[in-house]
């Protein structure tokens, strides 16, 4: 993981990333008015990823920080791939992580009007021909990055004739493919992007806003740099790879535009994560396939999905200040973002008990039919969240793994003939046990002694094992799901040979059903958030019905045995 120490430092002692250092030489120089005013352009073609995350929270951010705007644009340039639930999707995703667009969304498709009279323009201006050739013809003459391409026989057209065909393609008279609106740039560039690239194609589709009054559309190079020009964008922030398109943005707004105002592009690297597939098209895979239940599987590195999972937006915003930006291209270890959702969670939820793979334990010596009140902390790290009564009885559950018949050394747990502290309430020793026909341990027989009741008891022997339990008569029942990373693979996009899909890890989603919770989470609402103690993070899941909770685990705990014997 590449991490530079100074990006750890809470945001006031940093010194500038190199996009706010630009900013602030704008700022200076009294550029556009010193306003500053970014956007974010997804094209509504899936659900937004954490990478996205990663560009909301820059962008969103800078106009913050220079008390600028920033829009949100759908890049609805692509009528076939694009839907209305994308779109949804997207406002609720970008507002629950705790932003506001300027005004109302923007749309590419509103442009459609004023990108089609640019086009007409450039055509007038002999800078634009369309183009009778398949795709794969056009391909081809365009060369390798080594060669360099040549000429369509289409490009001398003559300008009337261009104006002709292009409003005849406008109006439906053609069939998909049959025609291209190209730009007349240089086709021998040495930037391929500049080599006659394609401005509009044909498309008898159905727009999710435009519906079917459009048969053609334009690319996305076309409409990017015009869409950000009509909008007042001052800085454009986008992923390197964008960066091989920006002398063509500057070349269509050159031609078209006679004022100085210019957007300026500023290139980052994109967020990779270890273990995690990013891209929207592998992503709308995994779903179409149902290798994964839904854009909002928790599986899914989708904001939708951690936000299912338990993630909150403070946890993103901070993983997305963590990782900072740069110029080039790095894996982050997927570790760093649940190391920020931990460190959120770890100040904000509560602590509770819940067994997740029970067995019973019989305290033979606590009075038959009697249960009594113990007192418990709900969260060390906060003072204000107070404490809770939980009931304790004389039969409870604790986790069949902190039972071993046959223990090796330096096993702290319980043991046939060894003490533990259950927390919050006794010291108890392992009696006698009971196993099936198989040796799996049915039940477990233990003494306590009334005099080591946690903080009040005149004895308090000290025991290494502390452990949670829950009281069998009122426990309530509930199903966990236990998520594990989707991908075995450190980067599963990045072997040539293989899919991703090959590197699926078969053991990602575990479902455990009759856990044993306290009775006061029977009221827990869907998206609630606890610490399971010494277990984990976890939320209350959407397929929760009363009386029948489901429970995702956000992220695991880091071992914290030892804090806990210690109380
Ligand atoms: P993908 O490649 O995952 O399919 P995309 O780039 O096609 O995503 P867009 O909807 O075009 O998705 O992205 C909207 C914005 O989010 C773009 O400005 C893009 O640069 C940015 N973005 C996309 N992926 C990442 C990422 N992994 N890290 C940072 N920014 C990203
Ligand atoms: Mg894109």
């Keep these: ?240 790879e964008f960066e091989v398109h920006r002398p063509l943005y500057d070349w269509f707004l050159d031609q078209i535009i006679e004022t100085s105002y210019r957007p300026r592009q500023i290139e980052f690297a994109r967020l990779n994560l270890s273990y995690t597939v990013m891209s929207k098209r592998k992503l709308l895979e995994l779903v179409k396939n149902n290798i994964v239940n839904g854009w909002d599987d928790p599986r899914m590195p989708t904001i939708a999905g951690l936000r299912r999972r338990g993630y909150t937006p403070a946890s993103i915003r901070a993983f997305a ?45 606590y009075p038959v039919g009697k249960t009594e009140m113990v007192e418990l902390e709900n969260n060390p790290e906060d003072p204000q969240s107070g404490t809770r009564m939980v009931p304790f009885g004389r039969e409870i559950f604790i986790e069949r793994d902190d039972f071993m018949v046959d223990p090796p050394n330096k096993y702290f747990r319980l043991a046939p003939g060894k003490e533990v502290r259950l927390k919050g309430a006794y010291v108890i020793k392992c009696e006698n046990f009971d196993v099936d026909e198989n040796g799996v341990v049915q039940t477990i027989y233990c003494s306590y002694d009334e005099e080591t009741k946690s903080g009040t008891g005149t004895k308090q022997p000290k025991v290494k094992g502390t452990l949670h339990w829950v009281e069998a008569s009122q426990a309530i029942e509930a199903e966990v799901r236990l998520y594990d990373r989707l991908f075995m693979d450190e980067d599963p996009a990045g072997h040539k040979e293989q899919d991703p899909l090959e590197f699926l890890n078969p053991e990602s989603l575990k479902i455990l059903k009759n856990c044993k919770l306290e009775p006061a989470l029977a009221t827990a609402q869907q998206g609630d958030k606890f610490q399971f103690q010494r277990i984990g993070y976890f939320c209350v899941d959407k397929d929760s019905v009363k009386d029948s909770l489901v429970f995702n685990r956000t992220v695991s705990l880091k071992d914290n045995w030892a804090k806990l014997s210690a109380k």
């Excluded at 760093?336 to 969670?345: G, M, Q, T």
């Excluded at 770890?346 to 602590?351: A, E, G, M, S």
């Design 1 to 240: 993981m590449t991490q530079n120490i100074e990006e750890s430092l809470p945001e006031e002692k940093r010194s500038l990333n190199f996009i706010e250092s630009i900013i602030e030489e704008d700022l200076q120089t009294n550029k556009n008015d010193s306003r500053v005013h970014t956007r974010f352009p997804p094209e509504p073609n899936g659900y937004l990823h954490i990478g996205h995350a990663k560009s909301i929270c820059l962008n969103f951010g800078m106009a913050e920080k220079y008390q600028g705007k920033c829009n949100l644009r759908f890049d609805d340039t692509n009528p076939e791939k694009e839907e209305t639930e994308y779109v949804d999707s997207i406002m609720e995703d970008v507002q629950w992580l705790g932003f506001q667009w300027d005004k109302e969304p923007y749309y590419a498709s509103d442009y459609f009007d004023q990108l089609y009279e640019w086009a007409c323009l450039l055509i007038k201006k002999g800078l634009a021909y369309v183009d009778d050739q398949s795709q794969e013809i056009i391909s081809q003459q365009r060369g390798t990055p080594t060669r360099p391409g040549i000429e369509s026989p289409f490009r001398s057209r003559s300008i009337d004739e261009n104006l002709d065909l292009f409003e005849r393609m406008k109006n439906g008279e053609f069939p998909n493919g049959s025609h291209v609106l190209r730009a007349k740039g240089d086709i021998t560039s040495p930037n391929m992007h500049m080599r006659d690239p394609v401005m509009y194609r044909i498309l008898h589709a159905e727009h999710h806003r435009t519906g079917d009054t459009w048969k053609i559309y334009p690319m996305y190079d076309y409409a990017h740099g015009q869409s950000d020009y009509l909008e007042g964008i001052t800085h454009s922030l986008c992923t390197l």
């Design 321 to 365: 200040d963590r990782i900072g930006v740069a110029k080039r291209d790095n894996v982050i270890d997927v570790g760093l973002l649940e190391f920020s959702v931990r460190e959120d969670l770890n100040k904000i939820t509560n602590r509770v008990m819940a067994v997740l793979e029970p067995v019973k334990l019989i305290i033979t010596n």
